[in-house]
């Protein structure tokens, strides 16, 4: 399995980016995807998630609103729309996704990450 992730950049707080994260490997359609994320000194944390049938997601309560991820199965891809960004939100962005087909909540395979800087 395989991720990759692109997208990231430096925007100004209150601007938007969409992060993108190609899967490859395995059947993209029959798995969740996650988005999450990592600040210098801090933790990394769960962002966003998607079950492998779509939907609206699930969010941190940190993006709840402002972020958006969604998945396009025939491109193997999942998206995050960041909009209405924070200085707060500046991290390295990691997509993952379980090892189990149908499942949720069990990230085993990780992306290489993506910068998001927002200045202030």
């Known amino acids: 399995v395989q991720l990759q992730a692109s997208g990231g950049g430096l925007v100004q707080a209150g601007g938007s980016l969409r992060l993108s994260c190609a899967a490859s490997?395995?059947?993209?359609?029959?798995?969740?995807m996650g988005w999450f994320r990592q600040a210098p000194g801090k933790e990394r944390e769960f962002v966003a998630g998607?079950?492998?049938?779509?939907?609206?997601?699930f969010y941190a309560d940190s993006v709840k609103g402002r972020f958006t991820i969604s998945r396009e199965n025939g491109k193997n891809t999942v998206y995050l729309q960041m909009n209405s960004l924070k200085p707060d939100d500046t991290a390295v962005y990691y997509c993952?996704?379980?090892?189990?087909?149908?499942?949720?909540?069990?990230?085993?395979?990780w992306g290489q990450g993506t910068q998001v800087t927002v200045s202030s």
């Open positions: 993952a996704t379980p090892g189990d087909e149908y499942t949720y909540g069990r990230w085993n395979y």
């Open positions: 490997g395995r059947t993209f359609r029959k798995y969740a």
């Open positions: 998607i079950p492998w049938s779509g939907g609206s997601g």
